[in-house]
């Protein structure tokens, strides 16, 4: 029975760890395993003031008792006298008759009913917990089955506590991080090895709306033609066996090295998208081990200016100045006639200089020509 019961605290006890809330249903649990009238989590931290967390316990006495704590009176030496990671009753740390005169019982102890109390302690760095499982003066003291009870299940509510803390780290990590992924001009969308969204940011959403190159769905992240949706899911494919090979192999200068782009065509000839594919690296502190995400795709919005290194168009295929200045900005989504007009030159002399393009890159249509320019020479 008792075994039983220390196992149904534990349980509770760590389902409360997964909710920031949840300490008082924790409290609850280790109060109703020894039948205690309250129970109280009280946390010291260098340089703060104390709280204080109860159940069964008004919250005025309660503040006082957290008060009490950081002054450096009677409370704060109490607390330390209770020895670190073990279960004892109250009435061996002082008797009884020398507590009942005692600043800190008529100040702090009587308000909240409480007389007699198994409390334990744990202490790290630069913070400390101490949990106090409370019975009224007129109540037995804790039997020795109570207080072994009570130190099964304490450690375990001191591991829930850590534990706590390290999700709550993750989880600013993550609010941070999707905070500043929001804040992009560019689309991001963190993909699994499946190519399955888990997270697109709203400049990515806005893109995928308006462009019919890309698709967006719980199945997966597709272009408008199969063959660039299966280059896709290849390019994820390789960033995600990035990331999960050894420590040493993923290090962020490798994972930087492999990246890759590619371009998504518009099936109604307007301008392709320009995707960056990397891996994702990341470690999630709460469990030391790869989140969901193994790759992040950005999107360069067609509608952006993008930057196209023309001396090395020059350079690869012996293109004239002027002609590379046609391919890199139709590649940024000029069209001949804006080119014409901004020159002040007739539509017919840009397309022959398209025409010298094509020749020299080995390439027959606009689309072709954009795609080669921006997966090779585009500027990062």
């Keep these: 029975m008792l075994a039983e019961a220390v196992s149904g605290a534990v349980e509770r006890i760590y389902d409360a760890a997964l909710r920031p809330e949840g300490w008082r249903d924790g409290l609850e649990a280790v109060r109703r395993l020894v039948g205690a009238d309250h129970a109280v989590l009280l946390t010291r931290e260098a340089g703060r003031a104390a709280t204080g967390l109860g159940v069964g316990v008004d919250r005025d006495p309660l503040n006082r008792f957290a008060e009490a704590a950081s002054s450096g009176g009677p409370a704060e030496a109490w607390l330390r006298s209770i020895p670190a990671e073990r279960t004892v009753a109250s009435s061996s740390l002082v008797a009884d008759s020398d507590f009942l005169r005692t600043e800190m019982y008529n100040e702090i102890v009587r308000p909240m009913n409480g007389f007699r109390a198994g409390v334990f302690a744990w202490r790290g760095r630069t913070r400390s917990h101490t949990v106090a499982v409370c019975r009224p003066p007129k109540v037995r003291d804790f039997a020795p089955?109570?207080?072994?009870?009570?130190q099964l299940?304490?450690?375990?509510?001191?591991?829930?506590?850590?534990?706590?803390?390290?999700?709550?780290?993750?989880?600013?990590?993550?609010?941070?991080s999707r905070s500043a992924l929001e804040a992009l001009d560019s689309g991001v969308i963190l993909v699994d090895r499946d190519c399955r969204p888990h997270f697109v940011n709203r400049r990515a959403a806005e893109i995928a709306r308006r462009h019919r190159g890309l698709r967006l769905s719980s199945a997966g992240v597709a272009a408008a033609l199969p063959a660039e949706t299966n280059l896709l899911r290849q390019l994820v494919g390789a960033m995600s066996a990035?990331?999960?090979?050894?420590?040493?192999?993923?290090?962020?200068r490798s994972a930087a090295?492999?990246?890759?782009?590619?371009?998504?065509?518009?099936p109604e000839?307007?301008?392709p998208l320009v995707l960056t594919v990397a891996?994702?690296?990341?470690?999630?502190?709460?469990?030391?081990?790869?989140?969901p995400a193994r790759a992040a795709i950005f999107i360069a919005a067609p509608d952006a200016a993008r930057s196209v290194d023309e001396r090395a168009l020059i350079a690869?295929?012996?293109?004239?100045?002027?002609?590379?200045?046609?391919?890199?900005?139709?590649?940024?989504?000029?069209?001949?006639?804006?080119?014409?007009?901004?020159?002040?030159?007739?539509a017919n002399t840009v397309r022959g200089y398209l025409k010298?393009?094509?020749?020299?890159?080995?390439?027959?249509?606009?689309?072709?020509?954009?795609?080669l320019v921006m997966q090779g020479f585009a500027a990062a």
């Design 257 to 266: 090295a492999a990246s890759a782009r590619l371009c998504l065509s518009d």
């Design 316 to 346: 690869a295929f012996g293109l004239t100045g002027r002609e590379a200045e046609v391919a890199a900005r139709l590649a940024s989504g000029a069209t001949i006639g804006s080119l014409a007009e901004a020159w002040g030159i007739s």
């Design 242 to 252: 990035i990331v999960t090979r050894p420590a040493e192999a993923a290090s962020p």
């Design 153 to 176: 299940v304490m450690p375990h509510f001191a591991a829930a506590q850590r534990l706590r803390r390290r999700l709550a780290a993750s989880e600013l990590q993550v609010a941070e």
């Design 145 to 150: 089955a109570e207080l072994q009870a009570l």
């Design 356 to 371: 010298a393009v094509f020749d020299k890159t080995g390439t027959h249509r606009q689309a072709d020509l954009v795609r």
């Design 279 to 291: 891996p994702v690296t990341a470690i999630d502190p709460a469990d030391g081990r790869c989140g």
């Design 269 to 271: 000839g307007g301008a």
